[in-house]
């Protein structure tokens, strides 16, 4: 059996991830400058760029073997 997960997948995880990862940064912004629409900026350009950085970065470690485990097919 392989480890290898499909697109849709690494797509929902990338996207569960990075409203986790905006969340955070959007509370920084809102703590550093006091400002709303800073952080409503900083939402939109944040999602967006590290949405495409994370998916690739994901669909690129499925090329790496190393450090995967193949599993045996059960009888």
Do not use: C, N, Q
């Amino acid at each position: 059996m392989s480890l290898k997960g499909t697109r849709k997948r690494s797509m929902a995880k990338a996207i569960s991830w990075r409203i986790i990862g905006t969340i955070a940064g959007a509370a920084i912004v809102v703590f550093l400058t006091g400002e709303f629409e800073d952080a409503g900026k900083f939402i939109i350009i944040d999602m967006i760029l590290k949405l495409i950085f994370y998916y690739g970065h994901e669909r690129a470690w499925m090329m790496v073997e190393w450090g995967s485990v193949e599993e045996p097919l059960a009888p």
